[in-house]
Protein backbone atom coordinates (compact mmCIF):
# COMPACT_ATOMS: atom_id res chain seq x y z
CA UNK A 1 0.00 0.00 0.00
CA UNK A 2 1.12 3.28 -0.31
CA UNK A 3 2.82 5.13 2.29
CA UNK A 4 0.82 8.35 2.29
CA UNK A 5 -2.01 6.47 1.93
CA UNK A 6 -1.27 4.15 5.31
CA UNK A 7 -0.11 7.14 7.13
CA UNK A 8 -3.66 8.73 6.58
CA UNK A 9 -5.19 5.58 7.76
CA UNK A 10 -3.14 5.93 10.79
CA UNK A 11 -4.03 9.53 11.16
CA UNK A 12 -7.72 8.44 10.74
CA UNK A 13 -7.60 5.69 13.78
CA UNK A 14 -5.49 8.06 15.93
CA UNK A 15 -8.39 10.77 15.39
CA UNK A 16 -11.03 7.95 16.04
CA UNK A 17 -9.52 7.37 19.46
CA UNK A 18 -9.12 10.75 19.93
CA UNK A 19 -12.94 11.58 19.56
CA UNK A 20 -13.54 8.32 22.00
CA UNK A 21 -11.78 9.94 24.66
CA UNK A 22 -13.51 13.52 24.18
CA UNK A 23 -16.99 11.63 24.23
CA UNK A 24 -15.63 9.96 27.69
CA UNK A 25 -15.14 13.18 29.05
CA UNK A 26 -18.20 14.78 27.90
CA UNK A 27 -20.11 11.85 29.44
CA UNK A 28 -18.59 13.14 32.97
CA UNK A 29 -19.65 16.48 32.11
CA UNK A 30 -23.66 14.90 32.33
CA UNK A 31 -22.27 12.18 35.55
CA UNK A 32 -22.83 9.76 33.45
CA UNK A 33 -20.06 6.85 33.79
CA UNK A 34 -19.35 3.58 32.19
CA UNK A 35 -18.90 0.88 34.80
CA UNK A 36 -18.47 -2.86 33.36
CA UNK A 37 -19.96 -1.52 30.07
CA UNK A 38 -23.23 -0.50 32.28
CA UNK A 39 -24.30 2.95 32.72
CA UNK A 40 -24.04 4.19 36.07
CA UNK A 41 -25.99 7.73 36.93
CA UNK A 42 -25.87 9.72 39.81
CA UNK A 43 -28.99 9.61 42.10
CA UNK A 44 -29.50 13.33 42.08
CA UNK A 45 -29.32 13.27 37.74
CA UNK A 46 -32.42 10.44 37.88
CA UNK A 47 -34.26 12.50 39.80
CA UNK A 48 -34.25 15.41 37.21
CA UNK A 49 -34.42 13.77 34.09
CA UNK A 50 -37.91 11.49 36.05
CA UNK A 51 -39.12 15.43 35.98
CA UNK A 52 -38.25 15.58 32.33
CA UNK A 53 -40.71 12.92 31.10
CA UNK A 54 -43.28 13.55 29.10
CA UNK A 55 -46.71 12.56 29.75
CA UNK A 56 -47.39 9.53 27.74
CA UNK A 57 -51.06 10.43 27.12
CA UNK A 58 -50.40 13.89 26.35
CA UNK A 59 -47.59 12.91 23.99
CA UNK A 60 -49.97 10.70 22.03
CA UNK A 61 -52.43 13.70 22.03
CA UNK A 62 -49.89 15.95 20.96
CA UNK A 63 -48.83 14.08 18.32
CA UNK A 64 -48.62 14.47 14.69
CA UNK A 65 -51.36 12.73 13.24
CA UNK A 66 -49.35 11.58 10.18
CA UNK A 67 -46.90 10.50 12.41
CA UNK A 68 -49.81 8.01 14.00
CA UNK A 69 -50.51 7.30 10.01
CA UNK A 70 -46.96 6.79 8.93
CA UNK A 71 -46.05 4.44 12.24
CA UNK A 72 -47.38 1.20 11.34
CA UNK A 73 -45.33 1.78 7.81
CA UNK A 74 -42.36 2.33 9.78
CA UNK A 75 -42.65 -0.47 12.57
CA UNK A 76 -43.40 -2.75 9.57
CA UNK A 77 -40.06 -2.71 8.26
CA UNK A 78 -39.35 -4.97 11.65
CA UNK A 79 -39.68 -8.02 9.62
CA UNK A 80 -37.22 -7.39 7.29
CA UNK A 81 -34.67 -6.18 9.67
CA UNK A 82 -34.97 -9.41 11.95
CA UNK A 83 -34.78 -11.79 8.48
CA UNK A 84 -31.95 -9.58 7.26
CA UNK A 85 -30.53 -10.23 11.00
CA UNK A 86 -30.86 -13.81 11.06
CA UNK A 87 -29.45 -14.34 7.05
CA UNK A 88 -26.37 -12.52 7.71
CA UNK A 89 -25.69 -13.73 11.03
CA UNK A 90 -26.30 -17.58 9.69
CA UNK A 91 -24.02 -16.53 6.65
CA UNK A 92 -21.23 -15.96 8.80
CA UNK A 93 -21.26 -18.25 11.35
CA UNK A 94 -21.00 -20.80 8.02
CA UNK A 95 -19.25 -18.96 5.56
CA UNK A 96 -15.99 -16.81 7.60
CA UNK A 97 -14.36 -20.19 9.44
CA UNK A 98 -14.05 -22.04 5.82
CA UNK A 99 -12.38 -18.78 4.41
CA UNK A 100 -10.75 -17.72 7.44
CA UNK A 101 -12.46 -14.34 8.13
CA UNK A 102 -13.04 -13.25 11.66
CA UNK A 103 -16.27 -12.64 12.74
CA UNK A 104 -18.04 -10.02 13.34
CA UNK A 105 -19.47 -9.35 17.06
CA UNK A 106 -23.10 -8.33 16.67
CA UNK A 107 -23.02 -6.72 20.32
CA UNK A 108 -20.53 -4.44 19.14
CA UNK A 109 -23.41 -2.78 16.59
CA UNK A 110 -26.52 -3.23 18.48
CA UNK A 111 -26.46 -1.22 21.60
CA UNK A 112 -29.66 -0.62 23.31
CA UNK A 113 -29.27 1.86 26.24
CA UNK A 114 -30.95 4.78 25.48
CA UNK A 115 -34.05 2.89 27.17
CA UNK A 116 -32.31 3.63 30.21
CA UNK A 117 -32.74 7.37 30.06
CA UNK A 118 -35.48 8.08 32.84
CA UNK A 119 -36.57 11.13 30.90
CA UNK A 120 -37.80 8.95 27.85
CA UNK A 121 -41.59 8.11 28.23
CA UNK A 122 -42.58 4.15 27.03
CA UNK A 123 -43.32 5.30 23.02
CA UNK A 124 -39.90 7.38 23.23
CA UNK A 125 -38.11 4.54 24.78
CA UNK A 126 -39.98 2.15 21.66
CA UNK A 127 -38.78 4.24 19.19
CA UNK A 128 -35.12 4.39 20.63
CA UNK A 129 -35.18 0.77 20.80
CA UNK A 130 -36.23 0.42 16.86
CA UNK A 131 -33.76 2.96 15.39
CA UNK A 132 -31.22 1.42 17.19
CA UNK A 133 -31.52 -1.96 16.42
CA UNK A 134 -32.21 -0.96 12.95
CA UNK A 135 -29.07 1.17 12.75
CA UNK A 136 -27.11 -0.78 14.56
CA UNK A 137 -28.18 -3.71 12.15
CA UNK A 138 -27.07 -1.63 9.35
CA UNK A 139 -23.81 -1.13 10.40
CA UNK A 140 -23.38 -4.88 11.27
CA UNK A 141 -24.22 -5.86 8.13
CA UNK A 142 -21.62 -3.10 6.44
CA UNK A 143 -19.63 -4.72 8.54
CA UNK A 144 -19.70 -8.41 7.54
CA UNK A 145 -20.05 -7.30 3.70
CA UNK A 146 -16.77 -5.16 4.14
CA UNK A 147 -15.11 -8.44 5.15
CA UNK A 148 -16.41 -10.68 2.93
CA UNK A 149 -15.58 -8.08 -0.28
CA UNK A 150 -12.09 -7.69 1.72
CA UNK A 151 -11.56 -11.52 1.26
CA UNK A 152 -13.16 -11.91 -2.46
CA UNK A 153 -12.15 -8.10 -4.14
CA UNK A 154 -10.26 -5.99 -2.19
CA UNK A 155 -9.77 -3.62 -4.73
CA UNK A 156 -10.55 0.04 -5.00
CA UNK A 157 -13.27 1.50 -7.47
CA UNK A 158 -12.11 4.02 -10.24
CA UNK A 159 -14.42 6.70 -9.19
CA UNK A 160 -14.76 7.86 -5.56
CA UNK A 161 -17.59 6.40 -3.71
CA UNK A 162 -19.45 8.24 -1.15
CA UNK A 163 -18.79 7.00 2.68
CA UNK A 164 -16.62 3.66 1.58
CA UNK A 165 -16.33 1.07 4.54
CA UNK A 166 -13.65 1.16 6.81
CA UNK A 167 -11.95 -1.08 5.40
CA UNK A 168 -11.71 -0.33 2.09
CA UNK A 169 -8.60 1.96 2.39
CA UNK A 170 -6.84 -1.05 2.82
CA UNK A 171 -7.68 -2.54 -0.49
CA UNK A 172 -5.46 -2.68 -3.69
CA UNK A 173 -5.95 0.36 -6.31
CA UNK A 174 -7.80 -0.20 -9.52
CA UNK A 175 -6.30 -0.75 -12.17
CA UNK A 176 -2.49 -1.80 -10.37
CA UNK A 177 -2.48 -5.27 -12.04
CA UNK A 178 0.86 -6.04 -10.35
CA UNK A 179 -0.27 -4.90 -6.98
CA UNK A 180 -3.05 -7.24 -6.83
CA UNK A 181 -0.93 -10.34 -7.56
CA UNK A 182 1.50 -9.96 -5.28
CA UNK A 183 -0.38 -8.23 -2.39
CA UNK A 184 -3.91 -9.98 -2.89
CA UNK A 185 -3.60 -12.95 -0.09
CA UNK A 186 -1.78 -10.24 2.24
CA UNK A 187 -4.55 -7.66 1.79
CA UNK A 188 -7.27 -10.53 2.62
CA UNK A 189 -5.96 -11.03 5.23
CA UNK A 190 -5.06 -7.83 7.05
CA UNK A 191 -8.27 -7.67 9.86
CA UNK A 192 -6.08 -5.93 11.74
CA UNK A 193 -6.94 -6.46 15.86
CA UNK A 194 -9.70 -8.64 14.36
CA UNK A 195 -8.87 -12.36 15.50
CA UNK A 196 -9.95 -15.27 13.36
Known sequence: MNPKISALIENIQALEEELEAELARHREEFRIKLRNGKIDYARELLREHRKL????????????????????????????????????????AVCFPIYGIPKVNRRDYLVFDRGRLAYLNLIEKLNCAYCSYGNGLIAYVREIAARTEQHWCPIKHTRRIKSPHARYGRFIDYGDAEAYRNEIETTRRDFGNDKV
Open 53 to 92: KANLAKYIIKANPLTLLTAPVIYSLIIPFVLLDLAVTLYQ
